[in-house]
């Protein structure tokens, strides 16, 4: 018998529609209202505005570590714009943006970092799952939450993103055959920002795509541009309205780039360029998008500066408010209690270490 190639249901297509001077492929250009354009602007800039706020409360100890978002609001903001309130967002570490738009405020944000763990506390009503430090763990859990409306013969959706570091974790690679086996409605999104941590998208696979990863398994993918929010929400919009009509998952690779450190304990200048990112920065999602909002005669710049000082307004009053809770909430030293009936030297360590920096701030 002859050799012969094998057909596969799916291939991998790229979607840009905005490219970095703003300019719009009419084709492929979305049918939305002005007001939902408006929308995505807003919740991209305070995306970025909040992000950069809370780099400065970091670097003052005010807060502690996190991972900024800067140059991803696109592929966030872009993605979770596609899901209903009833649908669920399960988040990785990076998506602050995302659980903003969804509902969760940024005093309980300021506060989860500061180390109150009544920031993460989820809202009765609100479908977000806490964020997942261990890398790709979550994708198994929206895999699993998707099994459970489909069960339930509900029309929701789950909505999980990762990065590009954990499709090499076989995490990813179980919810993938999980999702694709039993066809439930969950949309794997990935934000292929080019690293993980330190180590660069080239020594973590000899894959030419992310999104090809899900077709061994039997579920469509498309690699977007990351930096697009209008290829972004239009991938979203296909992939959610696919998941909830019954005809299973999707992946999205988002294309885009981490402009700023992986985490604020991290020095990207120790493993990579300072012209690879200005490469990226004028590829800046905020500002390609602003450029088309103006070309639309939708915006102008007053009314950027409006929204500015909107936005700024916002984020002095949520600071105040988070650092008004925390002083509500009491002494910090009862992080220790009720673990152990004893504590162990390295936890009593600790303890006094806190109780002495307390001691010293008070004073």
């Known amino acids: 018998m002859p050799r012969q190639e094998i057909e596969l249901p799916y291939r991998i297509d790229y979607l840009s529609i905005l490219d970095e001077q703003g300019k719009v492929d009419q084709d492929l250009e979305p049918d939305v209202d002005k007001d939902f354009l408006l929308k995505l602007h807003r919740g991209m800039l305070l995306g970025r505005r909040f992000d950069e706020r809370l780099l400065q409360l970091q670097r003052q100890g005010r807060m502690g570590t996190f991972a900024p978002i800067t140059g991803q609001e696109a592929a966030q903001i872009g993605a979770v714009a596609a899901l209903e309130d009833s649908d669920w967002l399960v988040p990785s570490f990076r998506e602050m943006a ?80 999980f999702a694709g086996v039993f066809q439930v409605p969950v949309v794997f999104v990935c934000q292929n920002n080019h690293w993980a941590i330190s180590i660069p998208r080239s020594k973590q696979t000899r894959s030419k795509t992310l999104a090809q990863k899900a077709l061994a398994y039997g579920v469509p993918g498309i690699q977007v541009d990351g930096n697009d929010v209008l290829a972004v929400y239009s991938a979203a919009r296909e992939a959610v309205e696919r998941a909830r009509s019954g005809d299973g998952p999707s992946m999205i690779e988002c294309v885009t ?93 600790q303890h006094e270490e806190l109780r002495k920096e307390l001691r010293q701030d008070s004073t």
């Open 98 to 177: 995302a659980e903003i738009w969804r509902g969760k405020t940024m005093e309980n944000v300021i506060l989860l970092y500061a180390g109150y763990n009544e920031g993460g506390a989820i809202p009765d009503g609100l479908n977000n799952l806490p964020i997942a430090i261990p890398v790709g763990t979550q994708t198994l859990h929206a895999a699993g939450i998707a099994y459970a409306m489909k069960y339930r013969q509900e029309k929701h959706v789950a909505m999980v993103f990762f990065g590009d570091g954990a499709t090499s974790e076989g995490d990813f690679h179980e919810a993938l055959n």
């Open 257 to 349: 780039y981490r402009m700023s450190v992986h985490t604020t304990a991290d020095d990207p200048k120790r493993y990579r360029r300072e012209e690879d990112v200005e490469g990226w920065v004028a590829k800046d999602p905020i500002t390609r998008f602003e450029k088309y909002l103006k070309s639309r005669k939708i915006f102008t710049d007053k009314k950027i500066e409006a929204i500015e000082a909107e936005i700024k307004q916002e984020i002095k009053e949520a600071v105040e408010r988070s650092e008004k809770k925390m002083e509500e909430l009491g002494d910090p030293l009862l992080m220790f209690d009720h673990v152990f009936a004893e504590l162990p030297p390295y936890l009593r360590e």
